[in-house]
T-cell receptor, first 112, second 112 residues
Framework: DAEITQSPRHKITETGRQVTLACHQT?????MFWYRQDLGHGLRLIHY???????NKGEVSDGYSVSRSNTEDLPLTLESAASSQTSVYFCASSGSGTHEQYFGPGTRLTVT | QQQVKQSPQSLIVQKGGISIINCAYE??????FPWYQQFPGKGPALLIA?????SEKKEGRFTISFNKSAKQFSLHIMDSQPGDSATYFC???????????FGKGTSLLVTP
């Protein structure tokens, strides 16, 4: 069955370290998104991509970067982790011309 | 700036009762309004969605009511069950493939 996976599911890192969160989908969707979820803020868009080599900034992109070298993967990189980036991160994907976004199971990141 | 405002933040309903969650938006260019359901430790999953050319959509016990002139939409859960206890997010989208603008979420608890 097609699916979207995220790894790791849990990560603890130190302030200042570079961290990369993986997202992989097997639906062959063109559109991929990264959100962060925080209490009191709901889900906020970090970065998104409409296809290979395409990346765009979302509402809360500072301190994050993404790259899209193939259809299936959109890794999220925290260049220099900060305590304010402690959060749960969700990756999502959707097909071109379709409505539904499918979400991954999330990665809980703690920056100490 | 929050483009979709959701209320209440939390809700407690007795089993068999009706749960009502409300959302309001400002951008009249939004063309798709989904509701997502999220259980602890899981990613959000699409529950039901509506387009602005329809005033109501029903799927089983779940109904979306949409008021275009008031720029408001709501989720009604009839005959609420303990298994409905989850966090519910409303969202709005500018067009096909675009990212979702989420409300801050409503934590629903259905008591036995």
């Amino acid at each position: 069955d097609a699916e979207i996976t995220q790894s790791p599911r849990h990560k603890i890192t130190e302030t200042g370290r570079q961290v990369t969160l993986a997202c992989h989908q097997t639906w062959n969707h063109n559109n991929m998104f990264w959100y962060r979820q925080d209490l009191g803020h709901g889900l906020r868009l970090i970065h998104y991509s409409y296809g290979v080599q395409d990346t765009n900034k979302g509402e809360v992109s500072d301190g994050y970067s993404v790259s899209r070298s193939n259809t299936e993967d959109l890794p999220l990189t925290l260049e220099s982790a900060a305590s304010s980036q402690t959060s749960v991160y969700f990756c999502a994907s959707s097909g071109s011309g379709t409505h539904e976004q499918y979400f991954g199971p999330g990665t809980r990141l703690t920056v100490t | 700036q929050q483009q979709v405002k959701q209320s209440p933040q939390s809700l407690i309903v007795q089993k068999g009762g009706i749960s009502i969650i409300n959302c309001a938006y400002e951008n009249t260019a939004f063309d798709y309004f989904p509701w997502y359901q999220q259980f602890p430790g899981k990613g959000p999953a699409l529950l039901i969605a509506i387009r602005p050319d329809v005033s109501e959509k029903k799927e089983g016990r779940f109904t979306i009511s949409f008021n275009k002139s008031a720029k408001q939409f709501s989720l009604h859960i009839m005959d609420s069950q303990p298994g409905d206890s989850a966090t519910y997010f409303c969202a709005a989208r500018l067009g096909s493939g675009y990212a979702l603008n989420f409300g801050k979420g409503t934590s629903l608890l259905v008591t036995p």
